[in-house]
């Protein structure tokens, strides 16, 4: 049963445009959220985060919204930089459960 | 550096075998959270504790078990190990019991033969 779903294995950008990574939920109970990036060989770093009162949030060159209807959240990069290729999760919590999606790759092409 | 460390980095060991993976928490951080992350998949939540304490669980095998001692530091360990036990096992620490951002270590890569 997976409760948090990120559907694109791999999503390829060229440099300088702006890379959009989704994730979708099903539990009504998730009321934060968070994004973190995974290089090889290194554990998750986390990014950024959004509750559930907020649709949107920033950090620089990374927005998060969440679209609570939809259950629906995304990752914008703007602009995808080469050293953004990575894997992406996002992970949601809720009644003390984190659960985690199963990540999309980024490639940004130079 | 997150400041969470992970002992050992990789551990090969045999089916049916015993193996213990210890986690130091980042400094002033009262939660630890095991994850285990199989081939291409994505981070399976295990277990939480908070301040000693078990706080949630995740799908944690019964052969499996933790503990979070005085200190803070916590140990999982894994019994009866079988070939699909092989993973990544990864650690992560946070201030609070929930809603917090969560610190992740470098891993610990299990093989078992």
């Known amino acids: 049963d997976q409760q948090v779903k990120q559907n694109s294995p791999s999503l390829s950008v060229q440099e300088g445009r702006i890379s959009i990574l989704n994730c979708d939920y099903t539990?009504?109970?998730?009321?934060?959220f968070l994004w973190y990036k995974k290089y090889p060989a290194e554990g998750p770093t986390f990014m950024i985060s959004?509750?559930?009162?907020?649709d949107k949030n920033e950090d620089g060159r990374f927005t998060v919204f969440l679209n609570k209807s939809a259950k629906h959240l995304s990752l914008h990069i703007v602009p995808s930089q080469p050293g953004d290729s990575a894997v992406y999760f996002c992970?949601?919590?809720?009644?003390?459960?984190?659960?985690f999606g199963a990540g999309t790759r980024l490639f940004v092409k130079a | 550096d997150s400041g969470v460390t992970q002992t050992p980095k990789h551990l090969i060991t045999a089916t049916g075998q015993r193996v213990t993976l210890r986690c130091s928490p980042r400094?002033?951080?009262?939660?630890v959270y095991w994850y285990q992350q199989s081939l291409d998949q994505g981070l399976q939540f295990l277990i939480q504790?908070?301040?000693?304490?078990?706080?949630a669980k995740g799908n944690i095998l019964e052969r499996f078990s933790a503990q979070q001692f005085p200190d803070l530091h916590s140990e999982l360990n894994l019994s009866s190990l079988e070939l699909g036990d092989s993973a990544l096992y990864f650690c992560?620490?946070?201030?609070?019991?929930?809603?917090?951002?969560?610190?992740f270590g470098p891993g610990t890569r299990l093989t078992v033969l």
């Open positions: 504790y908070y301040n000693g304490e078990e706080r």
């Open positions: 539990n009504s109970m998730f009321d934060y």
């Open positions: 992970a949601a919590l809720g009644g003390f459960k984190t659960i």
């Open positions: 992560a620490s946070s201030f609070g019991q929930e809603y917090n951002e969560q610190f």
């Open positions: 959004i509750s559930s009162i907020k």
């Open positions: 400094s002033g951080d009262l939660s």
